[in-house]
């Protein structure tokens, strides 16, 4: 008894993760209802049942169709909801068509409210990384600027080479003001892009 609860519990892994073919005893003893239900609680598009049928074939077992598609449309019941559609939309989730028409024109409205959430919390990440990028750069130049000084007043320089040191500092100092400049313009955008966020974030949560 407890290798065939082992069993069908390593088929219902293999079906639900897709990570291997399915051999008869899977075939023969998958629970299509329970795939169905967590296929279409997964957002995934009813069709999948083809990969099953494809699988089941080489050991001449049809899937049930019938008791798939039933546990399918519970499942999408409970995806298909606005609350959900703007979780998965948030998250950047693909949207696999997978909805009944009775529930998906709420489940897209929300889903896209979801993306548009997404979108502005990916530019605000964008901006935020170029920030700290530009932080870092003029961290180092400035470190390298500190150096360049101190060699241009050590001993055992040539006149020469002191001239090199000097053009080197004069360089490394306009490069740090083009820096700060830009870091300027990065820590507005930054500060816009969380505003907009923030927004849009406390606008669509109490919708959802």
């Given amino acids: 008894m407890m290798n065939k609860l082992w069993l069908l519990t390593l088929s219902g892994l293999l079906l639900l993760n897709g990570c291997a073919s399915m051999n008869k005893d899977a075939c023969l003893n998958a629970d299509w209802r329970t795939i169905g239900f967590e296929d279409g609680s997964k957002g995934k598009h009813e069709g999948s049942i083809s990969q099953y049928r494809k699988e089941c074939a080489r050991h001449g077992i049809t899937p049930d169709l019938d008791a ?104 490394l100092q306009m490069s740090i003001n083009d820096g700060y400049g830009r870091l300027s313009e990065l820590q507005q955008l930054v500060q816009q892009a969380d505003a907009d966020y923030q927004r849009s974030f406390r606008r669509l949560s109490a919708r959802y």
């Fill in 68 to 171: 798939y598609l039933a546990g399918h449309r519970e499942g999408s019941d409970r995806f298909c909801t606005p609350s959900n559609g703007f979780r998965t939309g948030q998250a950047g989730t693909v949207y696999n068509n997978s909805c009944p028409p009775a529930l998906e024109a709420a489940f897209l409205a929300a889903h896209a409210d979801g993306q548009q959430l997404h979108r502005l919390q990916r530019y605000l990440q964008q901006q935020q990384a170029e920030l700290n990028k530009t932080e870092r750069q003029l961290s180092a130049m400035e470190s390298e600027l500190a150096i360049q000084e101190e060699l241009l007043i050590a001993d055992g320089y040539t006149r020469e080479e002191r001239l090199e040191i000097r053009e080197q500092i004069i360089l």
